[in-house]
């Protein structure tokens, strides 16, 4: 970009909180020919940082520290008026979107839906699995992209289905696909998310959510989240939505960056997925669970071992930073300085022949995702001897709810892991969100006290390792949440990754039988 | 928007003790809606901000807790409205609402003068202040990047440290704002271990208006550092009374509120509960304490959380805990 100036527009008596303020500086920084942008409360300390920053224009003169400055650094006033256009559009609302418009009607049948809305462009179908292939293919036949939530239905009924899509350019989503975010949108599973120009597909549901939530986290956002439902990468799939959504992703001005989420794809696959990535022409972040990163960056894609990788280097790319904003981004999946020093201080609380982690997990993906984690840091052998369950899979929820929705089968595998003498650490995951249930952590906070009253009892501490995958916007709050596990003595991580490597890490150190370490807590005084 | 064809009627849930006083002048007393949030309304009064926020939310110095709904957004308030205030009760005609206070006496703001203040207390944080910072330094870590969190890591990360983000997706002002909230936290630990009332207002001043949001990062930790010292009953404590001049004029109206009634020793109850967990004889509840505290607002609870460390540090070296 060539010389830029400083511009700015004032905005009286205007209150937002930090995080909206960053996205808009994040929304108006991605317009053709601003340089940088920044939105700041008019405090004489804030003008300070603002000068030294060369953001300080004349416009500013007068303001006071009730007043918003939206400071651009931009290539002509023709770019900072357009600028500043957009955030007064962004200023002048509440913020957030109204839920109150919705109007409910009572169709029962797709054609009467499209009847009653003819703008409409998607069915969702949740039907049992017996009967979910006629209505996908009726919305198909009609031009209408399908979001296939139900389960059971054949692979022979999914390649018909996906041939037919692809040859009508339309999307499955799906069967078994739990999240996606369409123009911002959940369905299923899916968390409330602030909207971005970062492009996800997603062979994993809640690999889709734990990224999603991350990027939201670290200030950037989600232009479009789609499912593609978890044998889409499978040989006799092929692929063929991940492919699609790709190329709808490339071709969408909204998304800038794009995040490829599976487990490491049938081979044949993996070559067309590659192949389609070299063709996009935009960043492409890959998270193939266990896959091969030199492959990855072969295509011109980005691998990202963790999903945190992958949410960390999309969100970096997005928002403009040269590199991901910490160690989040690293490849290394070991914990940090303070996360060892936690693991070691707890681990000191345990019992001579507690060891093993057990890690009860409600989705699926987060729990593949530990499995890795374990491996890494442990060695492939050592982690065997672990255990990781996952409690969504069909084996545990035949005839009862999802553990998303339903907490009581994983509290009962919680008190049964509680009774075993050799548990170190109960690993667990929270999934928060639209769909979920109401108070997930309050549930397993009760089930915690419990699982450690009856440890107790035996003379054993336990050791409790937990995520949640959620934001402070969805219906249960993060810091709801996060607050009543904290309550329960709950170790808490940012993400499921880092609390992987902690459980694994505490385990290293019980294993080795480590005294309370000093070393890595003596930063008190500074 | 919600239009509602009459009045109606809310009893709040709580309120804080100043709040009768300033409903009871000659009434009715017009005043005006500041602005509005989706968890509080501020309402201007005497210079200062008479806030409502939602029951969960805990107390606040002139504060009425009251069940609005979700987002008080959606109730159709806007800044500059009408209100009047009378005894006991709030007007909003524009949306139809009253506000009425329960009967029996409000919550007091102030810290209670036996609570933290013994030799033991300050013997527990000497021996918990390494793994507290561990522990703190984790949730900051956890939950945000905006704001002065990442002073929490202490000399490993510094004051330039490129992980934390102040305004925009480029971070322009992080390395200055925490290098300048690094530096005038110091000059303030300093000042109160030596009994330096002077260089204390200095260096509070230099943390007035800094930083991002509607309270600003500055403001929020030295709110934080005036709450360890009351609690702690330090003689320092009251060193801001007077000593930071016209805030108004160096920060937003709702910091400049919560830092006079912060110099003032009146406390928000969130405040009240980090403290109470961080000096518990059971050090298992600082941690718990610390997560609630860290949940309030966008970085606020963070950055408030960064001064009450400090300024319990700051307590510590010094003799002034010990009455």
Redesign the interface.
Same mark, same amino acid.
């Given at each position: 970009m060539g010389p830029v100036t400083a511009f700015a527009r004032v905005f009286r008596?205007s209150?937002?909180?930090?995080?909206e303020?960053?996205q808009i500086?994040?929304e108006i920084?991605s317009l053709a020919g601003v340089e940088?942008?920044?939105?700041?409360?008019a405090?004489?300390?804030?003008r300070e940082? +603002?000068a030294?920053?060369g953001?300080l224009s004349e416009a500013t003169i007068g303001a006071?520290?009730?007043d918003l400055v939206v400071a651009v650094a931009a290539a002509d006033e023709a770019v900072a008026d357009t600028a500043f256009e957009r955030a007064e559009d962004r200023l002048s609302g509440?913020?957030?979107g109204s839920a109150g418009d919705a109007t409910q009607t009572d169709q029962r049948t797709i054609a009467e839906a499209v009847a009653e809305r003819d703008a409409c462009n998607l069915v969702l179908v949740s039907t049992p699995g017996t009967y979910a292939t006629a209505e996908a293919l009726k919305a198909l036949k009609r031009g209408l992209n399908v979001f296939l939530f139900s389960d059971n239905v054949p692979i022979e009924d999914e390649i018909e289905l996906k041939e037919l899509a692809k040859a009508k350019g339309l999307l499955v989503m799906g069967p078994d696909c739990g999240t996606a975010i369409l123009d911002g949108v959940p369905l299923g599973f899916a968390n409330a998310v602030h909207r971005g120009s970062i492009g996800l597909v997603g062979a994993s549901g809640t690999g889709l959510q734990q990224v999603s939530c991350l990027i939201d986290?670290?200030?950037?956002g989600v232009s479009q989240a789609i499912g593609v439902g978890g044998r889409d990468l499978d040989e006799r799939v092929g692929g063929t939505m991940m492919l699609a959504a790709l190329d709808r992703l490339a071709a969408d001005p909204a998304t800038n960056v794009i995040v490829l989420i599976s487990k490491p794809p049938a081979a044949s696959v993996t070559a067309r997925v590659l192949a389609a990535i070299r063709a996009v022409g935009k960043p492409v972040v890959v998270n193939f669970l266990g896959g091969d990163p030199e492959a990855i960056l072969a295509a011109g894609g980005i691998p990202a071992v963790t999903f945190e990788e992958a949410a960390a280097r999309a969100s970096a790319i997005? +928002?403009?930073?040269p590199e991901p904003?910490?160690e989040a981004a690293s490849t290394d999946p070991r914990a940090g300085?303070?996360?060892e020093?936690?693991a070691r201080?707890t681990a000191s609380r345990l019992a001579p022949g507690q060891w093993r982690i057990r890690g009860l997990y409600s989705g699926g993906s987060l729990a593949g995702e530990a499995k890795l984690i374990l491996t890494s840091v442990l060695g492939a052998a050592a982690a065997k001897d672990h255990e990781i369950l996952d409690l969504g899979d069909d084996e545990y929820t035949v005839g009862r709810p999802h553990p998303m929705i339903d907490p009581r089968l994983r509290n009962e595998h919680l008190l049964a892991a509680a009774m075993d003498p050799t548990t170190a650490v109960i690993l667990l995951d929270v999934v928060l969100g639209y769909g979920a249930n109401d108070d997930p952590g309050g549930a397993l906070a009760e089930a915690i006290a419990d699982a450690r009253k009856a440890a107790r009892k035996e003379g054993r501490q336990l050791a409790v390792v937990a995520s949640v995958c959620g934001t402070d916007s969805d219906p249960q709050g993060l810091?709801?949440q996060?607050?009543r596990l904290?309550?329960a003595?709950v170790l808490?991580?940012?993400s499921n990754a880092r609390a992987a490597a902690i459980a694994a890490q505490i385990a290293l150190a019980a294993a080795s039988g480590v005294a309370p370490a000093t070393a890595?807590?003596?930063?008190?005084?500074? | 928007m919600l239009i509602l064809e009459s009045d109606r009627t809310v009893v709040a849930a709580r309120f804080s003790d100043a709040v009768p006083a300033l409903m009871t002048r000659p009434a009715p007393r017009p005043l005006r809606v500041h602005s509005v949030f989706r968890s509080t309304i501020n309402i201007s009064i005497d210079g200062g901000l008479l806030t409502l926020a939602r029951p969960e939310d805990g107390g606040l110095p002139n504060g009425i807790l009251v069940e609005l709904g979700s987002d008080h957004r959606a109730l159709g308030m806007r800044a500059g409205m009408a209100v009047t205030a009378s005894d006991g009760e709030i007007h909003f005609p524009a949306v139809h609402l009253r506000i009425v206070l329960p009967p029996g006496r409000g919550w007091s703001p102030l810290f209670d003068p036996d609570a933290c203040r013994r030799d033991a207390a300050r013997r527990r944080w000497l021996e918990r202040a390494g793994e507290v910072r561990t522990a703190a330094a984790l949730i900051a870590r956890r939950r945000t990047r905006l704001g002065v969190g990442p002073l929490l890591e202490g000399r490993r990360l510094g004051a330039t440290d490129p992980t934390s983000a102040w305004f925009g997706p480029r971070m322009i002002g992080q390395p200055e704002l925490l290098a300048r909230a690094g530096q005038a936290l110091a000059l303030l630990r300093l000042a109160v271990e030596t009994g330096d009332e002077p260089r204390a207002a200095n260096a509070a001043g230099r943390l007035i208006g800094l930083g991002p949001g509607l309270t600003p990062s500055g403001d929020d930790a030295l709110v934080g550092f005036l709450a360890a010292l009351h609690a702690t009953g330090h003689p320092m404590a009251g060193f801001a009374t007077g000593a930071l001049g016209d805030i108004s004029a160096r920060t937003t109206a709702v910091a400049a509120t919560l830092l006079r009634h912060a110099a003032a020793g009146a406390f928000a109850e969130c405040v009240h509960d980090l403290l109470a967990g961080l000096l518990d004889p059971d050090r298992l509840t600082a941690t718990p304490a610390m997560e609630r505290a860290a949940a309030r607002g966008a970085s606020s609870g963070i950055d408030c959380l960064v001064g009450v460390l400090d300024g319990l540090d700051a307590a510590a070296s010094g003799p002034g805990w010990v009455q």
């Amino acid at each position: 970009m060539g010389p830029v100036t400083a511009f700015a527009r004032v905005f009286r008596n205007s209150y937002r909180d930090s995080v909206e303020l960053m996205q808009i500086a994040a929304e108006i920084e991605s317009l053709a020919g601003v340089e940088r942008a920044g939105l700041v409360m008019a405090t004489p300390a804030n003008r300070e940082v +603002l000068a030294a920053a060369g953001l300080l224009s004349e416009a500013t003169i007068g303001a006071g520290p009730n007043d918003l400055v939206v400071a651009v650094a931009a290539a002509d006033e023709a770019v900072a008026d357009t600028a500043f256009e957009r955030a007064e559009d962004r200023l002048s609302g509440p913020g957030g979107g109204s839920a109150g418009d919705a109007t409910q009607t009572d169709q029962r049948t797709i054609a009467e839906a499209v009847a009653e809305r003819d703008a409409c462009n998607l069915v969702l179908v949740s039907t049992p699995g017996t009967y979910a292939t006629a209505e996908a293919l009726k919305a198909l036949k009609r031009g209408l992209n399908v979001f296939l939530f139900s389960d059971n239905v054949p692979i022979e009924d999914e390649i018909e289905l996906k041939e037919l899509a692809k040859a009508k350019g339309l999307l499955v989503m799906g069967p078994d696909c739990g999240t996606a975010i369409l123009d911002g949108v959940p369905l299923g599973f899916a968390n409330a998310v602030h909207r971005g120009s970062i492009g996800l597909v997603g062979a994993s549901g809640t690999g889709l959510q734990q990224v999603s939530c991350l990027i939201d986290r670290d200030g950037a956002g989600v232009s479009q989240a789609i499912g593609v439902g978890g044998r889409d990468l499978d040989e006799r799939v092929g692929g063929t939505m991940m492919l699609a959504a790709l190329d709808r992703l490339a071709a969408d001005p909204a998304t800038n960056v794009i995040v490829l989420i599976s487990k490491p794809p049938a081979a044949s696959v993996t070559a067309r997925v590659l192949a389609a990535i070299r063709a996009v022409g935009k960043p492409v972040v890959v998270n193939f669970l266990g896959g091969d990163p030199e492959a990855i960056l072969a295509a011109g894609g980005i691998p990202a071992v963790t999903f945190e990788e992958a949410a960390a280097r999309a969100s970096a790319i997005a +928002l403009g930073r040269p590199e991901p904003a910490d160690e989040a981004a690293s490849t290394d999946p070991r914990a940090g300085e303070q996360e060892e020093a936690a693991a070691r201080e707890t681990a000191s609380r345990l019992a001579p022949g507690q060891w093993r982690i057990r890690g009860l997990y409600s989705g699926g993906s987060l729990a593949g995702e530990a499995k890795l984690i374990l491996t890494s840091v442990l060695g492939a052998a050592a982690a065997k001897d672990h255990e990781i369950l996952d409690l969504g899979d069909d084996e545990y929820t035949v005839g009862r709810p999802h553990p998303m929705i339903d907490p009581r089968l994983r509290n009962e595998h919680l008190l049964a892991a509680a009774m075993d003498p050799t548990t170190a650490v109960i690993l667990l995951d929270v999934v928060l969100g639209y769909g979920a249930n109401d108070d997930p952590g309050g549930a397993l906070a009760e089930a915690i006290a419990d699982a450690r009253k009856a440890a107790r009892k035996e003379g054993r501490q336990l050791a409790v390792v937990a995520s949640v995958c959620g934001t402070d916007s969805d219906p249960q709050g993060l810091a709801v949440q996060e607050s009543r596990l904290a309550a329960a003595g709950v170790l808490l991580a940012r993400s499921n990754a880092r609390a992987a490597a902690i459980a694994a890490q505490i385990a290293l150190a019980a294993a080795s039988g480590v005294a309370p370490a000093t070393a890595g807590q003596s930063g008190g005084q500074r | 928007m919600l239009i509602l064809e009459s009045d109606r009627t809310v009893v709040a849930a709580r309120f804080s003790d100043a709040v009768p006083a300033l409903m009871t002048r000659p009434a009715p007393r017009p005043l005006r809606v500041h602005s509005v949030f989706r968890s509080t309304i501020n309402i201007s009064i005497d210079g200062g901000l008479l806030t409502l926020a939602r029951p969960e939310d805990g107390g606040l110095p002139n504060g009425i807790l009251v069940e609005l709904g979700s987002d008080h957004r959606a109730l159709g308030m806007r800044a500059g409205m009408a209100v009047t205030a009378s005894d006991g009760e709030i007007h909003f005609p524009a949306v139809h609402l009253r506000i009425v206070l329960p009967p029996g006496r409000g919550w007091s703001p102030l810290f209670d003068p036996d609570a933290c203040r013994r030799d033991a207390a300050r013997r527990r944080w000497l021996e918990r202040a390494g793994e507290v910072r561990t522990a703190a330094a984790l949730i900051a870590r956890r939950r945000t990047r905006l704001g002065v969190g990442p002073l929490l890591e202490g000399r490993r990360l510094g004051a330039t440290d490129p992980t934390s983000a102040w305004f925009g997706p480029r971070m322009i002002g992080q390395p200055e704002l925490l290098a300048r909230a690094g530096q005038a936290l110091a000059l303030l630990r300093l000042a109160v271990e030596t009994g330096d009332e002077p260089r204390a207002a200095n260096a509070a001043g230099r943390l007035i208006g800094l930083g991002p949001g509607l309270t600003p990062s500055g403001d929020d930790a030295l709110v934080g550092f005036l709450a360890a010292l009351h609690a702690t009953g330090h003689p320092m404590a009251g060193f801001a009374t007077g000593a930071l001049g016209d805030i108004s004029a160096r920060t937003t109206a709702v910091a400049a509120t919560l830092l006079r009634h912060a110099a003032a020793g009146a406390f928000a109850e969130c405040v009240h509960d980090l403290l109470a967990g961080l000096l518990d004889p059971d050090r298992l509840t600082a941690t718990p304490a610390m997560e609630r505290a860290a949940a309030r607002g966008a970085s606020s609870g963070i950055d408030c959380l960064v001064g009450v460390l400090d300024g319990l540090d700051a307590a510590a070296s010094g003799p002034g805990w010990v009455q």
